[in-house]
């Protein structure tokens, strides 16, 4: 069984401050996506990345996905307060489904 | 308009009724997934479906059922409620003809069974 171990669950930081989130398997996936999920609402996609050491930038947002595609890495730069939300990682294993990890709860305090 | 559509957005029911909710899709992709979230769960599969006529069982699927009565549409079913099934139900869509996996989400029903 394909698992997704995700850490930290919880993140309460100051405005103006970096954090990184993991996402860690010992399973390899042919991709991994970020989604970011705010109250009352569905996940959105913010990232897939499928090759291994791939990097991807969003703004403040770096993507990382391992060497050997079996983790990746959320680093936001500058956090604000509305980066504040629930973020997911997810790998696909080209069966047609995902598997999530257990989501990070972040809140950006002013 | 949103992509990916769910009614009702929320459902209060009691324990023993039976519940339907729907989802709705006019991305034009082919596969489709029902998941429950849970506090600290993350989300879990409940069925998918590659096609119209492909029903799949996820890693939960006990108490429910789903339908898909066309590419565009997927409904979940909750055949006899009970309360640990209070939860958020999401639809999602994918579509097989990209390597990517990428899914895509509607709103979400919260489900409230008394």
């Known amino acids: 069984t394909q698992l997704l171990e995700q850490s930290p669950q919880f993140l309460s930081i100051q405005e103006g401050e970096n954090l990184t989130v993991y996402c860690n398997s010992s399973?390899?996936?042919?991709?991994l996506q970020w989604y970011r999920q705010e109250p009352g609402e569905g996940p959105v996609l913010l990232v897939t990345v499928v090759t291994g050491g791939e990097v991807k930038k969003l703004k403040r947002l770096t993507f990382q996905f391992g060497d050997a595609r079996k983790d990746s890495s959320l680093h936001i730069t500058a956090a604000q307060p509305g980066d504040t939300g629930l973020y997911l990682c997810a790998g696909g294993n080209q069966g047609g489904k995902l598997i999530f990890g257990q989501g990070t709860e972040l809140s950006v305090k002013p | 308009d949103a992509d990916v559509t769910q009614t009702p957005r929320n459902r209060i029911t009691k324990t023993g009724k039976r519940i339907m909710l729907e989802c709705s899709q006019t991305?034009?992709?082919?596969?489709m997934y029902w998941y429950r979230q849970d506090p600290g769960l993350g989300l879990r599969l409940i069925y998918y479906?590659?096609?119209?006529?492909?029903?799949n069982k996820g890693e939960i699927s006990d108490g429910y059922s789903v339908s898909r009565q066309a590419q565009a549409k997927f409904s979940l079913s909750l055949e006899s409620a009970i309360p640990n099934q209070t939860a958020l139900y999401f639809c999602a869509t994918s579509d097989s003809r990209t390597s990517r996996e990428t899914q895509y989400f509607g709103p979400g029903t919260r489900l409230l069974v008394l």
């Open positions: 479906s590659f096609d119209v006529k492909d029903i």
């Open positions: 399973s390899v996936f042919s991709s």
């Open positions: 991305k034009g992709h082919d596969r």
